[in-house]
């Protein structure tokens, strides 16, 4: 496979400001309809370029490699910034963590949208997704259940299903987002709505007596 900016040149000043609308458009339009609903012609008009343009610094598998790392940069920087390091794994680190998935979500929805909907089915994008950023955030949250699972916040059982029960519904409510607004007139894909739901899943399984 081509790396993510195979076949990107480097551009003149006003070469990346035009580099920058295509991958932001970009962004958006995989998010909202997957790699293979998205063409090089709907990323044009999307940011306002000739189709030219844009396959003068991409092919459409760069110009998606190059999208997701400069969205998980921007997501990294994020937790980076926040991330609550030297705490003692307990119900509230794993509420703060959740209310840093949840802003970093709100913030960057593509950052749930694109692995929502390139993970349905096998395909390069999901194992590339998996082997350069997805799985190291997986992994993160693993050890903090593994580290709370040997104080006893949580019960026994497998992490990676602890870790689906707490992130599926932030995953749920802004990829389907129109759905679940629709059905119950109200929007669902806010941090006060995610953070009411993330609370009711903490307090299913961790034992009640543990702050």
Same mark, same amino acid.
């Not at 390069?124 to 998996?130: D, H, I, K, N």
């Not at 409510?173 to 899943?201: N, P, S």
């Given at each position: ?17 035009? /580099?920058?609308?295509? #991958? ?39 110009? $998606? ?12 920087? !994020? ?41 349905? /089915? =096998?395909? $390069?994008?999901?194992? $590339?997704?998996?082997?350069?950023? !997805? ?5 993160? /949250? ?6 709370? &699972?040997?104080?006893?916040? #949580? ?13 599926? =519904?932030?995953?749920? !409510? ?5 759905? $679940? ?8 894909? /806010?941090?006060?709505?995610?953070? &009411? ?13 543990? #702050?």
């Amino acid at each position: 496979m081509d790396s993510p900016v195979a076949r990107h040149r480097t551009p003149n000043l006003r070469g990346k400001r035009a /580099t920058a609308l295509v #991958i932001e458009a970009a962004t958006r339009l995989f998010a909202e309809r997957g790699y293979n609903g998205v063409s090089i012609a709907d990323i044009a008009a999307a940011a306002g370029v000739a189709k030219p343009s844009v396959l003068y610094h991409f092919d459409k598998e760069g110009l $998606w490699k190059a999208c997701v790392e400069t969205l998980w940069d921007e997501v990294g920087r !994020f937790f980076d910034e926040r991330w609550p390091h030297g705490v003692a794994p307990s119900r509230a680190l794993l509420e703060t963590i959740l209310d840093l998935f949840i802003e970093a979500s709100v913030t960057y929805p593509a950052y749930v949208r694109i692995p929502f909907i390139e993970g349905a /089915t =096998p395909s $390069w994008r999901s194992e $590339w997704l998996v082997d350069r950023h !997805f799985g190291r955030h997986v992994r993160s /949250t693993d050890r903090v259940i593994r580290a709370l &699972q040997a104080r006893g916040v #949580i019960g026994p059982g497998e992490p990676a299903h602890y870790q689906a029960l707490m992130s599926s =519904p932030v995953n749920v !409510f802004i990829a389907q987002a129109a759905m $679940w607004g629709r059905a119950y007139d109200r929007q669902f894909d /806010t941090a006060d709505m995610l953070k &009411q739901q993330t609370r009711l899943t903490l307090d299913l399984i961790i034992r009640p007596d543990i #702050i």
